[in-house]
């Protein structure tokens, strides 16, 4: 079945540095994008949709040069937290939706299995 | 006032008891809604989506009350593996997907 496959799982850097998390579809083609990131005790908030081949749509609030997104093919997608600082600590999730999951597009979203960034 | 709104709990029921909770949601005009579960720091997977007939699924039951902008979810005979958090999620738009804050559920032994 389709499954979206993210990594890493857990990252610890130093303030300043950037870091980048991928998520991979696998047997499916993610033609749609979201990114997410839940702070302990709250729900996902979304950053932005990406849709393959197109700039990402950043929510209201979100920087689009600190959280660059790149989504170059439907089997790929990338977040990038530049110059990270300790605030940027969260657990950050992908979800995609797209071709060949047997199900109509707004009926479910497959989502990657989380980083959580600890930024010192 | 939030998109989606949910009690936190925790609701602390015992073993083999019913819980039961809503989620209330803005905009009338939401066309899609779904219960995910979430494990501690793990993907929400999906649990069921609500219809506006409402519909079951073994011992968890959803109902949709439009007039009233409110979603439920009730678990029967409550086990130990369904301690969790659930969140309410509604969709906006064909894009778009809303989530509650989640409500947490404790099943005690």
């Known amino acids: 079945g389709a499954v979206v496959s993210q990594h890493p799982s857990r990252v610890i850097c130093k303030s300043g540095t950037s870091v980048k998390i991928e998520c991979r579809s696998l047997?499916?083609?993610?033609?749609?994008m979201f990114w997410y990131r839940q702070f302990p005790k709250q729900s996902l908030m979304l950053m932005a949709t990406?849709?393959?081949?197109?700039?990402?749509?950043?929510e209201q609030g979100v920087e689009k040069d600190k959280f660059l997104i790149n989504h170059a093919s439907l089997t790929l997608s990338t977040l990038t937290v530049t110059s990270a600082h300790p605030e940027d600590s969260s657990f950050y999730i992908c979800?995609?939706?797209?071709?060949?999951?047997?199900?109509?597009?707004?009926?479910?979203?497959?989502f990657g299995s989380g980083t959580q960034l600890s930024v010192l | 006032r939030k998109e989606v709104e949910q009690d936190p709990g925790p609701f602390n029921v015992p073993e083999g008891a019913t819980v039961a909770f809503n989620c209330t949601y803005s905009n009338s005009a939401s066309q899609s809604f779904f219960w995910y579960r979430q494990d501690c720091r793990k993907e929400p997977k999906l649990l069921m989506s609500v219809y506006s007939s409402g519909n079951e699924d073994g011992r968890f039951t959803a109902q949709l009350n439009r007039a009233s902008q409110y979603i439920s979810l009730l678990i029967r005979d409550s086990k130990l593996s369904d301690s969790a958090t659930y969140l309410c999620v509604v969709n906006m738009d064909d894009y778009k997907l809303s989530f509650g804050a989640g409500t947490t559920v404790t099943v005690r032994a």
């Open positions: 047997d499916f083609q993610a033609t749609t």
């Open positions: 979800s995609a939706r797209g071709l060949g999951t047997g199900l109509p597009t707004n009926e479910k979203l497959f």
């Open positions: 990406s849709n393959e081949g197109s700039k990402a749509t950043y």
